[in-house]
Nanobody, 127 residues
Framework: QVQVVESGGGSVEAGGSLRLSCTAS????????VGWFRQAPGKEREGISC????????NYVDSVKGRFTTSRDNGKNTMYLQMDSLKPEDTAMYYC????????????????????WGQGTRVTVSS
């Protein structure tokens, strides 16, 4: 049985940092690209980053580029989203998603391609 669990959310002031973790079990993680989505209140779920199975290719949406860093440790079955210089508009529920492909190209902004989702972790950034 596949399980995906996020952790690390919380409340910070603008300019602060948080590191989200996503741990997956029940599968061979290197075979899966992993994406991060977020959903702010009243808004659609948005794909913000994706990392390939072996970590050699990473994508970011423009709004987080230069502030967020995605990484993974397949030996620990864990992916990370380091979020720096946080802004109030980063406030959202953040989700980790595994795709049944190794590379993110063409699919990482589309939630419909996600195979396994975590339950989400909440991030609140105050001004």
């Amino acid at each position: 049985q596949v399980q995906v669990v996020e952790s690390g959310g919380g409340s910070v002031e603008a300019g602060g940092s948080l590191r989200l973790s996503c741990t997956a079990s029940g599968l061979r993680l290197i075979d899966y690209a992993v994406g991060w989505f977020r959903q702010a209140p009243g808004k659609e779920r948005e794909g913000i980053s994706c990392i390939s199975g072996n970590g050699d290719s990473i994508n970011y949406v423009d709004s987080v580029k230069g502030r967020f860093t995605t990484s993974r440790d397949n030996g620990k079955n864990t992916m990370y989203l380091q979020m720096d210089s946080l802004k109030p508009e980063d406030t959202a529920m953040y989700y980790c998603v595994l795709y049944r492909v190794v590379y993110c190209s063409g699919i990482w902004r589309q939630s419909a391609y996600g195979a396994y989702w975590g339950q989400g972790t909440r991030v609140t950034v105050s001004s």
